[in-house]
Every structure is written in structure tokens, then in C-alpha cells.
């Protein structure tokens, strides 16, 4: 029994990345954040750090230290988790 195998030309289709416009603070104006004043129940102040998406925006983008930058995103996913913030925005075509 013979089989024969047909090579076929495969494209990959590219999707389009959006990034979002933020911008860039300057290194003197970054954000001072003390660790204990990153809660979870602090929506006000999470917000800032989510993308139009509902992204966590990375350190780059947002300014803060490493340290901060953990504790920012273990409260975005706590006030997640618990209905405070939402995962993704509703409003975004699928």
C-alpha cells in the first residue's frame, strides 16, 4: 500500500496588534506608592493601571518598581476574583 503525500503552501495570517496610547511618564515623575497603600478594595487607584482592554499594564508603561509592580497586580487579580473589577470589558467585539 502506497500513500502519497501532497505538499501544500501554508500562509500564516498575521493579526493585527493593538497597542494602546498611554503616556510615558518621565523618570523624575513616576508614581510614589507606598507598599501598604496598594489594596485590593482601592478600585480607584487599580483602575489606572489597567489597559482599555482590562490588561494589567506592564512596569514600562505604568512606572513602578518591581516590587510594586507585583503587589499592583496581585491586587487587580484579587479584586478580580472577588467582583470588583472585571475581567474583560463587555463591550468589545469578539
Not at 499594564?57 to 509592580?69: F, V
Request: hydrophobic fraction near 35%; charged fraction near 25%; avoid cysteine.
Amino acid at each position: 500500500m502506497t500513500f502519497s503525500y501532497q505538499k501544500t503552501k501554508t500562509r500564516t495570517i498575521q493579526k493585527k496588534r493593538i497597542i494602546p496610547i498611554v503616556q510615558r511618564t518621565s523618570q523624575s515623575n513616576k508614581v510614589p506608592l507606598v507598599q501598604n497603600t496598594i489594596d485590593y478594595k482601592n478600585i480607584v487607584l487599580l483602575r489606572k493601571f489597567i489597559s482599555v482592554e482590562g490588561k494589567i499594564l506592564p512596569r514600562r508603561i505604568s512606572g513602578l518598581t518591581a516590587k510594586q509592580q507585583r503587589h499592583m497586580s496581585r491586587a487587580i487579580k484579587n479584586a478580580r476574583m472577588v467582583g470588583l473589577l472585571p475581567f474583560i470589558k463587555k463591550n468589545q467585539p469578539l
